[in-house]
């Protein structure tokens, strides 16, 4: 009978034991519905245009390091109150040393700063200049490849990768220079806020290796076009994302309509992905192709809103890139801007159909093919003249068989392995359509009805992702209208629309949003997640208080 009382005591304070650990167990995380962006802060720049670009954040001395283009300097903001911003200092690159022209991007990880500084002239091997975040004091400089475009640590700060996109000069003129681009992996032990010095070692991976398969790569689709280049020449690495094991890199090559996969572990690039083409004569692919389309097969008509699908190829040409984590798997995000070559002396692939297509399209691909190629259908539209190699999209009749414009419009989810499952199609235009604070497809530097519907539409630049619990939301920048894009991604193929936040009102306010920067709350500030976005063409930053929403 002892025996058994005993029994019954322990078993009651085996109960009391366990309830008493559970109430001191909080609940896991609920996931959010959705969540909303509040802006409490801005600063604007000195030197107006380009005076905001890249942005990224300090925890430790909770100050925010701002890319000022126009007078290649990084501002350096006190974020401590995120709802005002305050300049501590601004550096210019030429205080870090002599020759160096603009800073093109900022990365920090544990106190401690990288800055990409290209060359004057910029087709000269740039630098990566270190700084402790604290009290801006120069640790260093690395030589890396020409223009050193955009940088990304790995998670665990061992290595900084470096883009360096290797710009010409010009193409076939007396002092042309066609640098090769490249990609510099930066070994890098020492990182802490209190650092007095750092171990680095640079490894520069280039593309020579591909040189002899040019035709292969053409012929997969990936653009290799300028003239008289070679393969490593004519790629130009632009952004950089890591996975989250720091194993793997992915590298968006604009121009080439492709990706670059870097082995970081064996210090390699290890393939190189054509990204293919977005077809917009599907349903729910379409754009407004046209600033004169209120008018009926006619060279002279007035702007209108007129999303439809089109029979046009739209080249990716990716600007920036994030990678995330679902499913147990890695994806890849891109802003599919678009860009030309279009101002280099003696080489501009930009042209409209009407132009180029002078002998008219092909009635045998194209239905309609007399009153398309009017100004108020495809006629305005900006397009390619060489898609790839010595191309031109025209048969030996000289009539246009393929039309490929710039960027696709859109936001695109990818495999690790580079395949496309999900591209976000119309909904950008669809979406800013009816804004009554700007107008439709207005571009950043004017409130003009369709300016920029012949052209890249909204076109989206800017990509940085947030995880609250198990869902993940990518927030995309749209250079042109303006404004921040909310999308749930947390289910890959099938992404949903969140919200939409646009602080422009028509010239005034926030315009041409560039750098998306994500400070987690754990990080920030106030203690709340926070997005920072630096305005181009405004000079302005902005903050943003994130609110998931229950």
């Given at each position: 009978m002892k025996q058994t009382n005993q029994r019954g005591k322990l078993l009651a304070l085996s109960l009391i034991a366990g309830a008493l650990l559970?109430?001191?167990?909080?609940?896991?995380?609920?996931?959010?519905?959705?969540?909303?962006?509040?802006?409490?802060?801005?600063?604007?720049?000195?030197?107006?245009?380009?005076?905001?670009?890249?942005?990224?954040?300090?925890?430790?001395?909770?100050?925010?390091?701002?890319?000022?283009?126009?007078?290649?300097?990084?501002?350096v903001l006190d974020l401590a109150d995120p709802a005002q911003p305050k300049l501590i200092a601004s550096l210019a690159a030429a205080d870090i040393g002599p020759g160096l022209g603009a800073i093109n991007s900022v990365a920090i990880h544990n106190g401690i700063v990288a800055?990409?500084?290209?060359?004057?002239?910029?087709?000269?091997?740039?630098?990566?200049?270190?700084?402790?975040?604290?009290?801006?004091?120069?640790l260093g400089t690395d030589t890396v490849g020409s223009l050193p475009d955009m940088l990304a640590f790995t998670p665990d700060g061992t290595h900084l990768l470096?883009?360096?996109?290797?710009?010409?000069?010009?193409?076939?003129?007396?002092?042309?220079?066609?640098?090769?681009?490249?990609?510099?992996?930066?070994?890098?032990?020492?990182?802490?806020?209190?650092?007095?010095?750092?171990?680095?070692?640079?490894?520069?991976?280039?593309?020579?290796?591909?040189?002899?398969?040019?035709?292969?790569?053409?012929?997969?689709?990936?653009?290799?076009?300028?003239?008289?280049?070679?393969?490593?020449?004519?790629?130009?690495?632009?952004?950089?994302?890591v996975a989250a094991d720091g194993n793997t890199a992915w590298v968006t090559l604009q121009e080439n309509n492709a990706l670059a996969v870097i082995d970081i572990k064996n210090k390699k690039i290890s393939a190189i992905k054509p990204l293919g083409f977005k077809d917009h004569s599907v349903d729910g692919m379409g754009m407004d192709a046209s600033d004169e389309d209120g008018g009926v097969d006619t060279n002279s008509g007035t702007p209108a809103v007129k999303i439809i699908p089109v029979p046009v190829k739209g080249m990716y040409l990716p600007d920036a890139i994030v990678s995330y984590q679902a499913n147990g798997k890695t994806w890849l995000i891109t802003a599919n801007e678009g860009d030309a070559r279009a101002d280099w002396p003696g080489f501009n692939e930009e042209t409209r159909v009407r132009s180029h297509c002078t002998l008219g399209l092909d009635p045998t691909v194209f239905a309609n093919a007399a009153n398309l190629i009017k100004d108020s259908n495809l006629g305005r539209l900006r397009i390619t003249a060489t898609p790839n190699g010595g191309q031109d999209g025209k048969n030996a009749a000289g009539l246009c068989t393929e039309l490929y414009s710039y960027g696709a419009r859109s936001f695109s989810i990818w495999s690790s392995d580079v395949q496309r499952v999900y591209d976000s199609g119309d909904q950008f235009e669809q979406r800013t359509q009816n804004l009554g604070n700007v107008n439709f497809n207005a571009s950043n530097d004017n409130n003009t009805l369709d300016g920029r519907s012949a052209s890249k539409g909204p076109e989206a630049e800017g990509v940085t992702v947030a995880s609250f619990a198990s869902k993940t939301f990518a927030f995309i920048g749209l250079e042109r209208v303006g404004?921040?894009?909310?999308?749930?991604?947390?289910?890959?193929?099938?992404?949903?629309?969140?919200?939409?936040?646009?602080?422009?009102?028509?010239?005034?306010?926030?315009?041409?949003?560039?750098?998306?920067?994500?400070?987690?709350?754990?990080?920030?500030?106030?203690?709340?997640?926070?997005?920072?976005?630096?305005?181009?063409?405004?000079?302005?930053?902005?903050?943003?208080?994130?609110?998931?929403?229950?």
């Open positions: 559970s109430a001191c167990i909080e609940p896991a995380p609920s996931a959010p519905s959705g969540l909303t962006l509040h802006k409490i802060g801005g600063y604007a720049h000195a030197g107006g245009l380009a005076s905001a670009e890249i942005t990224a954040y300090d925890a430790h001395s909770k100050r925010l390091f701002v890319v000022n283009g126009a007078l290649a300097s990084i501002d800055l990409a500084i290209e060359a004057v002239p910029k087709t000269d091997k740039g630098i990566v200049a270190w700084l402790r975040a604290s009290d801006l004091q120069l470096v883009a360096n996109e290797g710009e010409p000069n010009s193409y076939n003129q007396a002092d042309s220079a066609d640098p090769e681009g490249s990609i510099s992996l930066i070994r890098v032990q020492g990182l802490n806020p209190n650092a007095a010095r750092l171990q680095r070692t640079v490894h520069s991976l280039g593309f020579a290796a591909y040189n002899d398969q040019i035709d292969s790569l053409r012929a997969a689709g990936v653009r290799i076009y300028g003239p008289n280049a070679t393969v490593a020449q004519d790629l130009e690495p632009e952004y950089v994302t404004g921040i894009m909310v999308y749930d991604v947390s289910k890959p193929s099938a992404p949903s629309f969140v919200s939409y936040v646009n602080e422009r009102n028509g010239m005034d306010g926030d315009r041409g949003p560039e750098g998306l920067h994500f400070i987690a709350a754990a990080k920030s500030p106030n203690g709340k997640p926070l997005l920072v976005v630096g305005n181009e063409t405004s000079g302005t930053t902005a903050i943003y208080e994130i609110k998931p929403v229950y």
